[in-house]
């Protein structure tokens, strides 16, 4: 390759771009094939110049390729014989193998002048006949400085072609057309047909009018063909030592474009699946505020059909006392054992058992509703899998690992904590408070029995006072209608104040049980939460950074067009 000054301070440039680009690409967690590609973008400037032959294997590849080389180099027949990829390259002994590091790639050695300081590189078919053969062709494809895209005039460009010659300029890759079996086409107007055929639908896939050259290789072998003529005098010109240093310059070139390009696709997806997620994250954080205010809400229903039951033992006791506080009950008042044993069974009644459903019905909701919350959380994890454009990136093994850390919590809250674990536990935290307000209440009696014994001791307190102050030697007009008066008083604000003592206590209880599911839900989501907030960062600075390889990719693609057309 001619090394001018010019061209070095292009390759000196060239290596740097590449080797950025390479670091950059490791920085952003690109996929393995990306950086292998990368590597060897920048190994493929000190090879020797690659001529790579594509097409289908019924294309004539082979005999093509003989053909051209004006020699019988490669096998031939009518079956895929080529199932790896043969580099050939001049040397002194014909037709020996050399093995590469790759071992579905040969270096194949043959005298002949026309090799010199190129390898033509021979590959399977890439009509997927036989898979590997074509996944073979299409990981080569990248390393080719110049591709002869093999057609046949028989059944010119057909769709598979069309899809490899996508390929082909995805890579950036520069291609001359070449259409095999020309001694089918039997008039002028049919080869003009076939070739115009050629050049539009490889002007649609790549953009631009490529060189078409039809010819006949089974002419060629049998003496002569003028299309190989024409195209042996076409590549004597893009095989000159100015434009093969010009394509060698510009194929990692277009390697860097696509690469460069797929991490900002990557980047743009990865970016468009964190705005998704934010958005999700908000909307869960606002259904857990609603969640959270809508639970207290009910809670206030709760309170309050526990509070009816209060008032309701209310006027249980008040009737009580009207009746039993009276004259013509002076010997049912002097039997306080019978009278505290009536008051249980008429006053209290069975209020301990209606608040412990109570309670057991505001637990049973609030273990539904949590755990509901808790799938809707597991919901949003289904939602938010790996798309396929951020597929096989470090963000989305990062981010896949950090949602299966949510959902193990997920998991885990929903198949430990069962409804009745966390109902007894919330039962028990506010028995635990209701045993510190009223002290030394007996264990394990539960919520509602801890409130009947509150009850019945509170009004069993002043029922207990009036019963020491009614004795025979005491008893006057107005003993009694004042006892029944105080009685009232001192059951009213008894009751009041179990009241708003009952709901504190439950309410603290109920608002401490459910920060703690809050707490579970926040401690779960946090680390993808800040993932996405380093991510954030993360994309910002590389989008700045992608645009600076961008424009030196630019500046360098135009430099290296400009090479020797001044």
């Known amino acids: 390759m001619l090394v001018s000054p010019p061209v070095q301070a292009l390759l000196t440039r060239e290596r740097t771009l590449l080797s950025d680009l390479q670091a950059f690409l490791e920085l952003q967690g690109a996929p393995p094939e990306a950086l292998a590609h990368a590597k060897e973008a920048l190994r493929t400037l000190d090879e020797t110049f690659l001529l790579v032959v594509v097409g289908e294997f019924n294309a004539g590849k082979s005999s093509f390729v003989n053909a051209l080389l004006g020699a019988q180099v490669l096998p031939e027949g009518v079956t895929p014989t080529t199932d790896r990829i043969y580099v050939l390259v001049h040397g002194e002994q014909p037709g020996q193998l050399e093995p590469t590091r790759d071992p579905f790639v040969s270096r194949l050695t043959y005298p002949l002048p026309s090799l010199e300081g190129v390898a033509l590189v021979d590959t399977p078919g890439t009509n997927a006949i036989i898979r590997e053969h074509q996944a073979l062709t299409e990981g080569f494809l990248p390393r080719a400085d110049l591709v002869l895209f093999l057609t046949s005039s028989d059944r010119p460009f057909t769709e598979s072609e069309r899809q490899f010659l996508g390929l082909a300029a995805r890579w950036g890759r520069s291609v001359v057309m070449v259409v095999n079996k020309a001694d089918l086409l039997e008039t002028p107007e049919q080869a003009a047909q076939v070739k115009e055929f050629v050049m539009t639908g490889a002007r649609g896939v790549l953009g631009l009018n490529p060189p078409v050259a039809l010819v006949s290789a089974r002419r060629e072998q049998r003496g002569g063909d003028a299309g190989f003529a024409a195209l042996r005098a076409l590549l004597k010109v893009r095989l000159s030592e100015t434009e093969r240093t010009r394509l060698k310059l510009a194929s990692p070139l277009g390697t860097a474009a696509e690469l460069l390009g797929g991490e900002e696709a990557r980047a743009g997806a990865a970016r468009q699946v964190l705005g998704e ?171 509602g029995a801890t409130l009947g014994v509150l009850v019945g001791a509170s009004a069993l307190d002043f029922t207990g006072g009036i019963l020491a102050g009614l004795t025979l030697g005491s008893l006057g007009l107005f003993v009694l209608p004042n006892k029944r008066i105080q009685a009232h008083r001192q059951l009213r604000q008894k009751v009041a104040e179990l009241r708003v003592a009952l709901e504190q206590i439950v309410r603290r209880e109920y608002e401490r049980e459910q920060e703690r599911a809050d707490a579970r839900l926040r401690d779960a989501i946090s680390p993808y939460t800040r993932f996405t907030e380093q991510e954030e960062r993360r994309l910002a600075q590389a989008g700045t950074r992608s645009a600076e390889l961008r424009a030196e990719l630019d500046g360098l693609k135009r430099e290296v067009e400009a090479l020797g057309r001044a």
């Not at 908000?282 to 959270?292: A, M, N, P, V």
């Not at 033992?313 to 505290?340: H, K, M, P, T, Y």
């Open 277 to 447: 997620d934010l958005r999700v994250l908000r909307d869960l954080e606002e259904q857990r505020e609603h969640h959270r205010g809508t639970m207290l809400g009910e809670l206030d229903g709760q309170l309050n059909r526990v509070a009816r039951l209060l008032s309701e033992f209310e006027i249980r006791a008040d009737r009580f006392v009207d009746e039993q506080l009276r004259f013509s009950n002076v010997r049912g008042l002097l039997n306080g054992r019978e009278l505290e044993e009536r008051f249980r069974r008429e006053a209290v009644a069975d209020l301990p058992d209606a608040i412990d459903r109570q309670f057991g019905s505001m637990i049973d909701r609030f273990v539904e509703a949590n755990l509901h919350f808790w799938e809707d959380v597991q919901a949003f994890l289904i939602r938010r899998q790996p798309s396929g454009e951020v597929a096989r990136t470090r963000f989305s093994y990062d981010r896949a690992a950090l949602l299966q850390g949510i959902a193990g919590s997920a998991r885990d809250h929903l198949e430990l904590t069962t409804e009745q674990e966390l109902g007894r536990q919330l039962a028990r935290d506010a028995e635990d408070a209701m045993k510190g307000a009223v002290g030394g209440l007996a264990g394990g009696l539960g919520i």
